[in-house]
């Protein structure tokens, strides 16, 4: 993921919100990758007119980005659409593979999106205490022994809770209880 990938998502979102300002700013820092992203594959001119057929796509679409995805990995498919358009505007035959979304932000970590919002619905389901345990111990490594210090709870208290509490969520997931719930 890029370095902007959260200062732009936070300005798109702000921009969904009805923050105005917040979008010029997320439109202005666009239009500089775009611009870098377009010149290296298209004549001048039709550079910059396929970053401002980029922008206005945004500005339509802007309802359709999926704000659990990364937004850098949005932006990218419809940039690389608009380049596609262009080559067959002007009957070029270039192949645009698209590895070279890196070029313009980085990878897609979609997948990895995916799963952190899954096993934070999952965890929601848990009591405030047992899935802060969970979280600290399986997901950020603190130590059993820390945990047990941190909550006041013996080393072996804290075993049996996360444990539990794993084998609550696995039967939930078993009796249907996906992460969309």
Request: net charge neutral; charged share 30%.
């Amino acid at each position: 993921m890029i370095a902007q990938e959260t200062e732009y998502r936070a300005w798109m979102l702000a921009a969904l919100a009805g923050d105005a300002a917040a979008y010029r700013t997320l439109l202005a820092a666009l239009t500089r990758h775009l611009r870098a992203y377009f010149v290296r594959r298209l004549e001048a001119g039709a550079a910059e007119d396929a970053v401002q057929e980029t922008l206005i796509a945004i500005h339509a679409r802007r309802a359709t980005y999926d704000t659990a995805l990364p937004f850098t990995a949005w932006v990218f498919g419809i940039a690389r659409y608009k380049l596609i358009d262009e080559f067959r505007r002007v009957k070029r035959r270039v192949a645009v593979p698209l590895e070279e979304a890196g070029d313009l932000f980085g990878h897609d970590d979609t997948e990895e999106a995916i799963a952190r919002r899954d096993v934070n619905l999952l965890l929601a389901k848990l009591p405030a205490a047992k899935r802060q345990l969970v979280r600290d111990i399986k997901l950020e490594g603190v130590s059993v022994a820390d945990a047990a210090a941190r909550t006041g709870m013996s080393e072996s208290a804290v075993k049996v809770t996360v444990h539990r509490a794993i084998k609550s969520l696995g039967e939930d997931i078993e009796r249907g209880g996906d992460a969309d719930r």
